[in-house]
């Protein structure tokens, strides 16, 4: 799950410049199931920190990641692994984005992916509403974005709330860009 500064239906996913001219944002990852060689990590959850003074294809970006304080050393160091890059894949292609890694902290990471909410106490809060598709049903999706297939097509919606303050870094995107997705990341 997704919240940004941009408008919504974020241009990024267009490789298009952000809407404001940079771009602040959110991305959460909750684990339904999933392992790491034979780190089991189930039902945990990470956020990451993307603040991209351009267009976000281009790199130069200052970054954070929050690991979910339930895991343990072996489910930590898998996540960092996996979500830092060291892995490859779609998280590899991100990380080599960043320039500026203002680090990893273990706390406690609240996601409610049927209400696209996320929680991060004293650091982070954003939830996502489904934009209205043409059917009146469904919310717009776009598929085969640049982070496809390892990223699922794209449900795009707007953030109700969406605020986040830490490192020195503060920022609200509420009524701003939010989307998400399913994602089945493959390595060891």
């Known amino acids: 799950m997704n919240t940004c500064s941009c408008e919504m239906g974020c241009p990024c996913l267009f490789y298009s410049d952000p809407t404001k001219g940079s771009c602040d944002s959110l991305d959460a990852f909750h684990i339904v199931k999933g392992r790491y060689g034979t780190v089991k990590l189930d039902g945990l959850n990470a956020v990451m920190l993307g603040k991209i003074p351009g267009n976000m294809w281009k790199g130069n ?8 304080e339930r895991a343990d050393k072996e489910q930590r160091k898998a ?9 490859g894949g779609a998280p590899a292609m991100l990380a ?4 500026t890694f203002k680090g990893v902290k273990y706390v406690p990471i609240k996601i409610d992916a049927r209400k696209h909410h996320v929680t991060v106490p ?3 809060e954003y939830q996502i509403e489904p934009s209205e598709g043409g059917n009146k049903k469904k919310p717009i999706v776009v598929e085969n974005h640049p982070l496809a297939p ?4 794209m449900n795009e919606g ?13 920022f609200d995107n509420t009524e701003k860009d939010g989307n998400w997705a ?3 990341f493959t390595g060891p």
């Open 158 to 170: 707007k953030a109700s709330k969406s605020h986040y303050s830490d490192y020195g870094i503060t």
């Open 122 to 124: 004293n650091i982070l």
């Open 96 to 99: 080599s984005l960043v320039s």
């Open 182 to 184: 399913g994602f089945e």
């Open 61 to 68: 970006w200052t970054g954070a990641l929050y690991i979910d």
């Open 150 to 153: 390892a990223i699922g097509p």
């Open 79 to 87: 996540l960092e692994t996996v979500l830092g890059g060291k892995a």
